[in-house]
């Protein structure tokens, strides 16, 4: 199992979590892109900061909406979709080989990442991008997304993930974050559902019923004050229930010459 959270989300002077405990802890690290948040320098001390922890680097690309923190759905063109995608790649695998290693996956953020569970157009065009870019790369994301349905015809590695702190519904999407218990805050009841989704591939629906859960990573959101301590409880639940934590791409972290 892979444990992953979003990281390198400051701007400038301005920083958002705590990027450093956290890379003691999560196995992969979704570093933004420069275009929802993240800049040049923080990009690349992110990268350099996961080769050390041999934590995998996953491009964390967005809409270009640093005002928005890249929740505000954008109706981009497919072609310019493509386009920035393709920017946000080569920015961030830039930063990722100086510090000797590269790009191990991709998944997008925010309202990007929930256009994309519906959104055929913007879902081939974050594809097309993947595919000119680099088609070893895996992507990463909702179960049933079209996106990922997408990214398996045209042969992309597919990976699955589920959130370690977000309700669900009964039919298995994210509860929308404005409603009461979408998100989830105590350590204690959060490593006890990624275990049940690690162990037993179902989570408990914000109704209580039972949910399916394909998982190949469980994220923890890096933006929660509280996201070292409650990555923490999750790794340590999950490896005391003999769950082995790995990063993503295990094989191709390195550059080799």
């Given at each position: ?164 702190d977000r ?19 105590d350590p204690?009841?959060?490593a006890r ?65």
């Amino acid at each position: 199992m892979d444990l992953n959270a979003d990281l390198g989300e400051g701007f400038g002077r301005w920083a958002l979590g705590d990027d450093e405990g956290l890379l003691d802890v999560v196995t992969s690290a979704n570093v933004a892109c420069g275009f929802h948040a993240g800049d040049p320098d923080t990009m690349r001390r992110t990268c350099e900061l996961a080769a050390e922890r041999g934590v995998a680097v996953g491009a964390h690309v967005g809409y270009r909406d640093l005002a928005g923190f890249g929740r505000r759905f954008l109706d981009v063109e497919p072609a310019t979709l493509t386009a920035e995608i393709l920017y946000q790649l080569g920015g961030l695998d830039a930063c990722a080989r100086a510090a000797g290693v590269r790009v191990s996956y991709v998944k997008p953020h925010g309202a990007l990442y929930n256009a994309l569970v519906r959104h055929e157009a913007q879902a081939d065009a974050v594809v097309d991008a993947v595919r000119a870019y680099d088609p070893t790369l895996t992507v990463l994301g909702l179960p049933g997304a079209v996106w990922l349905k997408r990214a398996e015809v045209a042969g992309l590695p597919v990976r699955f993930e589920a959130f370690a702190d977000r309700a669900y519904t009964t039919s298995g999407g994210l509860v929308p974050r404005g409603r009461a218990g979408a998100v989830l805050t105590d350590p204690v009841e959060i490593a006890r559902r990624c275990v049940q989704l690690a162990v037993e591939s179902t989570v408990t629906s914000v109704d209580g019923f039972p949910v399916r859960a394909r998982v190949d990573s469980i994220r923890v959101h890096g933006d929660n004050p509280n996201a070292v301590a409650i990555a923490g409880a999750v790794r340590r639940a999950l490896t005391a229930s003999g769950v082995k934590l790995k990063p993503l791409n295990r094989e191709n972290r390195r550059l080799t010459a």
